[in-house]
């Protein structure tokens, strides 16, 4: 069975279920597991659709199959079943920590305001017996902070001779695939090699929170946030806390998260773990909860520090993504030009999802920025590029149309159709979240002196930097009917 949109002869793609009322029976949820009644009994063991496939060029292995396929609720439940069980060598500690796209999707689905969804969901995911909760919105702030930087440092090398601009982000998972695995060459130079946010907060979590784990164990003041119990002594100790003692769930908006789950993984001198063990759909939480009869108290979202919560939902600076577009493009206007630009005003060309942002001074374009959502759009701009005609210093680049709140986990109808009506919903709640700058964040200044010793050090670089694969281009790579 092939992608619609598919030149290849033969997919591995994985089909989504036909079935949405399958039941898994390998892994029953909790509250079966102890004979409660009815919980999750019709809980959909949910897949990637074909249409998902956004690098058509066989871009799944057979071992990257298998592995995509326990990235669902079936492999979460494993681990809050086997957390009960008396055989404490087996228990983990539980995080889960959640996009800031997915919040409006839980507002709008249960009609709260975006800080009581918040708040219903950290209480679900802590009923069901998850130790933390946490918001990427930190790791988000060190993806477009590490972005700015490399910028600045691309316009300065920038020549005739060394060809780094555009540089073209390299958040969604989506778009990276298809470059990776269909474009290869001359295209992923031009990627940013800061991580994403989900690969920076995997390191967070199995590095930065880990070691936090054994300080607090250590000076005697670790209990379960929320709960009160105290973790299982072989759990967290200072011999045994590695990252494979933490269970990592990200919950998140697109299914090709799933995919980047598989990428990478986060590396130490002692351990290497992969940075997320399972990420779930916005729209597979939100069936849990619905279909749960378990009695559950609003919880305040966990933060990396102790025991300080996180009272306050804020976002960054984009219409429906984290926004490293209008970010990179401040930054790069105070640094390069000395020019403050308080709004960042956007003009749509071919259609709302391929936008132009300048900066002018005295008639001179200085800076030249795009967003380009949607892979017709993709499309475009990459055959531009491979021509030398594409006139932008930096491209915004999202594989879904409208930006991540129109991510196929979430936005969709029964019938796999986009749902308008709740996508605009999505728009107007997600534009009232209060913008924090990344530069404002005290505890972000904090992490790069005691976690990474330094701004700009090698320990920095090598946690918040990322490599791509540069195979030769696939023949049929732009051979794609949009």
Known sequence: MKCEHCTRKECIKKTKTDDQENVSEEAPSPAQDNGEKGEFHKLADAKIFLSDCLACDSCLTAEEGVQLSQQNAKDFFRVLNLNKKCDTSKHKVLVVSVCPQSLPYFAAKFNLSVTDASRRLCGFLKSLGVHYVFDTTIAVDFSILES??????????????????????????????????????????????????????????????????????????????????????????????????????????????????LREGFSSASHSSRGADCVLTSGEVAQMMEQSDLSVQDATVDTLFGDSKEE??????????????????????????????????????????????????????????????????????????????????????????????????????????????????????????????????????????????????PKAQETLHTTFQSPEPCAHGLDIRW
């Not at 029964?414 to 999505?426: E, N, P």
């Not at 534009?431 to 200044?445: F, G, L, M």
Request: glycine residues 6%; proline residues 6%; aromatic residues 8%.
């Open 312 to 457: 306050r939902v804020t976002r960054h600076d984009g219409a429906s993504s984290d926004g490293h577009l209008a970010h990179v493009f401040r930054h790069a206007a105070k640094e390069l030009f000395d020019e403050d630009v308080e709004e960042v005003t956007y003009r749509a060309l071919r259609n709302k999802d391929f936008q132009e942002v300048t900066l002018e001074k005295n008639g001179q374009v200085l800076l030249r920025f795009a967003a380009a959502y949607g892979f017709r759009n993709i499309q475009n701009m990459i055959l531009k590029l491979k021509k030398g005609a594409l006139p932008y210093h930096f491209v915004e680049v999202l594989a879904c149309p409208g930006g991540c709140l129109n991510g196929r986990g979430q936005a969709q109808t029964r019938d796999g159709r986009v749902d308008k009506a709740l996508l605009r919903q999505m728009e107007g709640i997600y534009s009232d979240i209060p913008v924090r700058p990344p530069e404002t964040s005290a505890h972000v200044q904090e992490l790069y002196q005691q976690w990474l010793e330094g701004v700009d050090s």
């Open 148 to 261: 700015q930087k490399e910028f600045v440092r691309r316009y300065h090398q920038h020549s005739e001779e060394a060809h780094t601009l555009p540089m073209l982000t390299s958040a969604c998972p989506g778009w990276v695939r298809y470059a990776e695995r269909v474009l290869g060459r001359p295209v992923t130079p031009h990627l940013c090699t800061a991580k994403s946010p989900q690969q920076v907060m995997g390191s967070l979590v199995k590095d930065y929170f880990a070691r936090q784990q054994v300080s607090d164990l250590l000076q005697g003041r670790h209990n379960r946030p929320g709960l009160g119990q105290p973790f299982p002594r072989d759990v967290l100790s200072p011999q045994n806390l590695s990252p494979e003692k933490i269970f990592h769930v990200i919950v998140a908006p697109c299914y090709d998260r799933k995919l980047e789950a």
